[in-house]
């Protein structure tokens, strides 16, 4: 696939309640160099100004309202409605410095597909994190890196871009899907959005690569984090997605959404136009590594080999007709991994 040295850049702000913030968080966004191609604010019935502000401090911001509720209905409209090469996910509260930007799209031009923030490599860090929640963050890393082959240092964290082109493969609910009339979500549709894309992203066997990024405390008015609620999600979300990735591939589907083995290259970027590198990412021996050493080879991980199945008649092979087929043989084996998993995270 052709793609752009020289990218077009959307970014989506989903917003709610978050007129003070926006004041600062645009203007910005807007200062980046490069310039971003456009930015869009997708609201979330705001009370308090927020789309009336947005449309004082940026006039040319595409401003659109989310269809249903929840944050990863909201971050799905803004993608729809994306004309850009690469699509940026930015918090509105101004915990993310926008001049980062730069350094997500250096990845992404210098062949990654998943430009992934975070704040637990070198040159990333965080004003905002308490113990408990880096606890908690590092807890369902390790389930996630079980559970999907992946070497991530920091699942929950937002700040996150990708080409454009990669949203057939994110499978994520329309934008049009009217709402469940009991009052509840659509799968994606709430804050296990990050979650999902990690998930995905990884499950397709995209190449992903991970970005320093320092995290500043919320500018104005209170956080929607939930710690303990917010956390028993994620695990439900890994999980729930893990269980799709598996049964999806047990059933025979192909292409590039589900690979054997899966890529993650986490060296740092090189300057592209104007675009500077990121400072960060892996050695060869899978450690967090300074700026000045040499960036080690992009890690494969190929899942382990099942033995073969064990006679059950003595001495004498199966009965080819009971014996069950490889693919579900293959899914039972991965369940079992995953439901480990999370008992080991339960204890």
Request: proline content about 8%; charged content about 25%; overall charge negative.
């Amino acid at each position: 696939m052709q793609r752009s040295g020289s990218p077009t850049v959307s970014v989506v702000v989903p917003t709610r309640n978050e007129a003070r913030n926006l004041e600062v968080v645009l203007p910005a966004i807007a200062a980046v160099r490069p310039a971003v191609h456009e930015v869009i604010v997708v609201d979330g019935n705001s009370i308090d100004g927020t789309v009336e502000t947005a449309r004082r401090v940026l006039p040319w911001a595409k401003i659109i309202a989310q269809t249903r509720k929840g944050k990863g209905n909201a971050m799905a409209c803004g993608f729809a409605a994306a004309t850009g090469d690469v699509i940026v996910m930015f918090d509105a509260d101004g915990s993310a410095d926008p001049n980062e930007i730069p350094a997500f799209v250096a990845a992404l031009v210098a062949g990654a597909d998943f430009a992934k923030g975070s704040r637990f490599v070198r040159g990333g860090g965080s004003d905002d994190i308490t113990l408990l929640r880096k606890t908690g963050n590092f807890g369902l890393n390790g389930v996630a890196n079980a559970l999907f082959k992946t070497r991530y240092t920091d699942l929950c964290y937002g700040y996150n871009a990708f080409w454009a082109d990669l949203l057939p493969v994110l499978e994520l609910p329309a934008v049009d899907a009217p709402a469940p009339t009991d009052g509840s979500m659509l799968w994606g549709d709430g804050f296990e959005i990050e979650t999902v894309l990690n998930c995905r992203v990884a499950a397709a066997g995209l190449k992903i690569t991970e970005v320093p990024s320092l995290e500043r405390e919320r500018m104005f008015g209170e956080t929607n984090l939930r710690t303990f609620a917010d956390g028993t999600r994620v695990l439900r979300t890994l999980a729930a997605e893990r269980r799709r990735a598996v049964l999806k591939k047990s059933n025979g589907a192909t292409g590039p959404s589900f690979h054997d083995d899966l890529e993650v290259d986490l060296g740092p970027a090189t300057p592209a136009n104007g675009f500077p590198a990121v400072n960060g990412g892996y050695s060869s021996t899978g450690l967090p590594m300074h700026p000045s050493e040499p960036a080690g080879p992009a890690m494969t991980v190929r899942p382990p080999v099942r033995p073969s199945p064990t006679p059950r008649n003595g001495n004498r092979p199966a009965d080819p007709a009971n014996r069950p087929s490889p693919q579900r043989d293959e899914a039972e084996r991965q369940e079992l991994e995953m439901r480990y998993a999370l008992e080991e995270e339960a204890s």
